[in-house]
């Protein structure tokens, strides 16, 4: 007796004098197995939602690592996971700390260090499941700027994200204005540029001709103001 599977039976009798049969069949197999996977995908993000909700950090990351180890690309896995450590967990912390000893500058940045780089460390491994996706670069832009204050790394990554296909534009004009903060002047007016060009060969309607006025005047004031550096 076989296996009914969309129209296909999978058995021992007669699949083996059909090898075009046994193929659809073993297909039809792996797309149940996948949807499967999918939706053990789904329920153990429910889990981390759950674990979230209780501030089991302990949870959030095994369950996170199951969710993506099942849905290696659901980048929205990776991302979620990310924020609510290098965030969420990290806000929590550092309330426990005030309730017990008061404010204490220091130790918020080393917790808050410390958190990202366990957020930053998960991030690098969905790189690695999901490439060059800009969203990764972006997240990882943020935690650096918000959380390490490493403005120079938080560049980095935005330019990162900026060079990715279908990245969205506002993160090559990051990039450009932490340049400037940093004084890297010529970095800064370099990718402006870029984002300035972008800006111009958008598709029709795409973007603001307000925010292009303003790329504009900002580059022609950075232009001037870095030439009047190399001058002097």
Excluded at 53 to 68: F, I, M, P, S, Y
Excluded at 85 to 99: C, G, I, L, R, T
Excluded at 121 to 144: K, Q, S, T, V, Y
Aim: hydrophobic content about 45%; proline content about 3%.
């Amino acid at each position: 007796m076989g296996v009914s599977l969309a129209g296909r039976t999978l058995s021992g009798s007669g699949a083996a004098d059909d090898p075009q049969r046994e193929a659809e069949g073993a297909n039809g197999w792996a797309v149940l197995l996948g949807s499967f996977r999918g939706l053990a995908a789904d329920l153990a993000w429910l889990r981390v939602h759950l674990a979230w909700e209780r501030q089991d950090e302990a949870a959030v990351e095994r369950w996170g690592d199951l969710a993506t180890t099942l849905e290696p690309t659901a980048v929205s896995f990776w991302l979620n996971a990310a924020r609510m450590v290098a965030h969420d967990f990290a806000e929590s912390k550092y309330a426990a700390v005030v309730q017990q000893h008061g404010a204490w500058e220091t130790q918020r940045r080393a917790l808050f260090r410390e958190q990202a780089n366990r957020a930053l460390a998960r991030l690098e491994r969905a790189r690695a499941a999901c490439g060059d996706d800009p969203r990764i670069w972006i997240e990882m832009g943020n935690i650096h700027l918000h959380r390490r204050d490493d403005l120079a790394e938080a560049a980095r990554c935005y330019g990162r994200a900026a060079d990715a296909a279908e990245a969205p534009l506002y993160a090559r004009r990051i990039e450009a204005g932490l340049w400037w903060r940093l004084g890297r002047r010529e970095k800064a007016v370099a990718a402006l540029r870029q984002h300035h060009a972008a800006l111009l060969t958008a598709p029709a309607g795409a973007v603001d001709p307000d925010l292009v006025r303003e790329v504009e005047g900002r580059l022609s004031q950075w232009t001037r103001e870095l030439e009047q550096s190399l001058n002097e």
